[in-house]
């Protein structure tokens, strides 16, 4: 069943007062109150639509509660709901790869290090499998890095 076709889900009364007393409490995260309250929409009789509708939420979200709810109950449904923010792009070990690589010369035939440059480079010497210029400027923007300009270019022979 795929998110699109709806879920229904039933509370029970000691889940029903649990998300009652979690609504009129004190502040909580706000993926916890979503959770709550697509559950009691849900619960109420509304589709994974409607009730991702009234909350604010896609219908996806609202699916994905609810399947939470039916795999693991209320705790699982509201409190191991997917936190906010993204995964890194880039795992520090790579980031300092790309960091060490910027640190040295650049490409034989090359001036200098750009940031499409770094990009390309760093997955051809296997240091990620796929990096944006975007990701990269990121990167060198973190650590003051800004391998383009005069100063931070290697000279001489390395030997």
Do not use: F
Request: hydrophobic share 40%.
């Amino acid at each position: 069943m795929g998110w699109h076709n709806g879920l229904q889900i039933q509370l029970s009364r000691q889940e029903r007062r649990q998300i009652d007393k979690l609504l009129s409490g004190g502040v909580q995260p706000v993926w916890v109150v979503i959770g709550a309250l697509v559950l009691r929409q849900m619960d109420d009789g509304r589709s994974t639509v409607e009730a991702g509708a009234g909350v604010g939420v896609s219908a996806k979200v609202a699916w994905e509660i609810g399947k939470r709810y039916r795999e693991g109950g209320l705790e699982r449904a509201i409190y191991d709901a997917p936190r906010p923010g993204q995964n890194p792009l880039l795992e520090a070990e790579q980031g300092q790869r790309i960091i060490a690589m910027v640190c040295g010369p650049p490409p034989s035939g090359r001036a200098r290090w750009t940031v499409r440059l770094i990009a390309e480079e760093a997955v051809k010497r296997k240091l990620v499998g796929h990096v944006a210029p975007e990701t990269v400027r990121i990167l060198l923007q973190s650590h003051d890095l800004k391998p383009w300009r005069e100063k931070n270019v290697v000279r001489g022979e390395v030997g």
